[in-house]
C-alpha cells in the first residue's frame, strides 16, 4: 500500500496542470494514468489548441485563461520549450441574424463584451476590413461582424503536457503511467484507489479523467457527462506562403451550432491547413470510439466549411485524427466536490474549450485542495447546477 497526500487520476490537459501545480507547492502528489501522456487516445492532442482571452462562453472563464498565459510563459521559460504562439485570434460571424456557439448566441458580440469589461486588447473589424487585412479568409463578407485579438493564437498540446509532466517529476512527483484505476472508495480520513492489484490511500483525490470520469465514479457523473467523437482534418495548402501571418480563426456561417468551423495557420515547414468543426449528436465512450476518419469525412468537411472560404486550400486530405469532447449539458464545465464523497474533487467535461484554460485551472484546483488562499471562483462550475436545473 502507497500513500500519499493527494493523487490526482487522469494526466491529460486538466489533470497534468494539477500535478505540476501541486509539485510545485511541495505537495506529496502521485499522478496516475491508464495510457503515457501525452498520447492521442483522450482530449488533449492534435498538435494545436486554440487560445483566446476574451472567453465567449462567459465571464467567469476569463480568469483562468489570463492565468494559463502566464503560466505557459514561465514554463516555456524553464523548459526552452515553445508552448504558446500568439499570432492573433479571428473570431466571425454573419453581420445579420444570431448565431451560435457552444450554445451561446451572438458569440462575436459576447466576446467584445468579455474583451471590454477585463481590458483585453482587441480590434472589432467589418468584413471587408477583415478580408482585406487577412487575404487567406477570401470567404469573409463585407457585412460580418468581427473580433479581433492580437493575443490570442494556440498552444501546443502535446508539449504543454510533456513539460508539465517533467517539472512535476523534477520537483518530486511521483507519476504512475500504464496504470488503470478501477475504484476509489472514501474510508475515514482517506481515499483508498484500487490500481490493479494495488493499493494507494490518499488523505484528498482529484478526478480529471475525461471520458473515463462517468464510468469510475458513477451516479450523478453518468447523468451529467456525455461523451462526442470529433474530427480534425489537416487538407494540403497549395501556397504555404500565402499564409504568412494568418491568425488562428472562428469561424460561425449559420445559425446553429454545428454551422461553424476553425482552423489554424501552417506550422513552420509545414504544407497542411488544420481545420474541424463540432457534432453534437452522435454520442460515444472512451472504449468504443471510432478511431478511424473515412475520406468521406474529410469531403464533407471540406464541402460544408473549407470550399469557398479559405485561399489556396485542396481538397486533399493529408490527415485526420478522432478525439474526444466530454460535455455537459451547458456546456460548462465540473470542478467541485463529489456530491458524496467530501476528499475527492472532480474536475472534467471540457466540453470542448478546455485546453486554453487547463494550467490556469490546475493552479486553481492546487489552491483548493491544499487549502490556500485563491483568488478563482469555482462556484459557477458546481456539480450543483444541474441538480437546480432537474427541479
Not at 487522469?10 to 505537495?27: F, H, I, N
Not at 491508464?34 to 482530449?43: A, M, N, T
Not at 469525412?297 to 490527415?319: K, L, N
Amino acid at each position: 500500500m502507497e500513500r500519499t497526500q493527494v493523487a490526482v487520476i487522469g494526466l491529460g490537459a486538466m489533470g497534468m496542470a494539477t500535478l505540476y501545480q501541486l509539485a510545485r507547492r511541495g505537495v506529496d502528489v502521485i499522478g496516475i494514468d491508464r495510457f503515457e501522456p501525452p498520447h492521442d487516445l483522450g482530449s488533449s492532442h492534435g498538435e494545436t489548441r486554440i487560445t483566446r482571452q476574451a472567453v465567449g462562453e462567459g465571464r467567469d472563464y476569463v480568469p483562468f485563461v489570463l492565468a494559463s498565459h502566464v503560466i505557459w510563459r514561465e514554463l516555456e521559460a524553464l523548459s526552452g520549450e515553445t508552448l504558446l504562439e500568439a499570432c492573433g485570434v479571428l473570431v466571425l460571424a454573419p453581420g445579420s441574424g444570431m448565431s451560435s456557439h457552444h450554445g451561446k448566441r451572438d458569440f462575436v458580440a459576447r466576446s467584445i463584451e468579455t474583451a471590454r469589461e477585463f481590458g483585453i486588447p482587441h480590434e472589432v473589424l467589418d468584413g471587408g476590413t477583415a478580408r482585406q487585412r487577412f487575404p487567406q479568409l477570401t470567404g469573409i463578407s463585407d457585412g460580418d461582424k468581427v473580433y479581433f485579438e492580437p493575443g490570442g493564437g494556440y498552444v501546443r498540446p502535446e508539449r504543454c503536457i510533456a513539460v508539465q509532466r517533467d517539472q512535476a517529476r523534477a520537483l518530486g512527483a511521483r507519476v504512475r503511467l500504464g496504470a488503470q484505476v478501477t475504484s476509489i472508495r472514501q474510508e475515514g480520513d482517506g481515499v483508498r484507489i484500487a490500481v490493479g492489484g494495488e493499493e494507494i490511500v490518499a488523505d484528498q483525490v482529484v478526478v480529471a479523467a475525461g471520458a473515463w470520469t462517468a464510468p469510475l465514479l458513477g451516479a450523478p457523473f453518468d447523468r451529467v457527462l456525455t461523451v462526442r467523437r470529433q474530427v480534425l482534418h489537416w487538407f494540403r495548402l497549395a501556397d504555404v506562403t500565402a499564409h504568412a501571418g494568418a491568425p488562428v480563426f472562428i469561424w460561425m456561417h449559420g445559425s446553429g451550432d454545428e454551422d461553424y468551423f476553425y482552423g489554424f495557420p501552417p506550422l513552420a515547414g509545414d504544407d497542411r491547413l488544420k481545420v474541424a468543426t463540432e457534432q453534437y449528436v452522435a454520442t460515444t465512450t472512451a472504449e468504443t470510439l471510432e478511431r478511424q476518419v473515412s475520406a468521406a469525412e474529410s469531403e464533407a468537411m471540406w464541402r460544408a466549411h473549407v470550399a469557398g472560404r479559405i485561399a489556396g486550400v485542396t481538397p486533399e486530405a493529408v490527415q485526420a485524427a478522432a478525439c474526444l469532447y466530454t460535455v455537459t449539458p451547458d456546456s460548462g464545465f465540473v470542478i467541485d466536490r463529489h456530491p458524496e464523497l467530501d476528499r475527492v474533487m472532480v474536475v472534467s467535461a471540457c466540453s470542448g474549450h478546455g485546453f486554453k484554460h487547463s494550467a490556469g485551472i490546475g493552479q486553481a484546483v492546487a489552491e483548493a485542495v491544499t487549502g490556500a488562499p485563491s483568488a478563482f471562483d469555482l462556484a459557477p462550475f458546481s456539480l450543483r447546477r444541474f441538480q437546480r436545473a432537474s427541479v
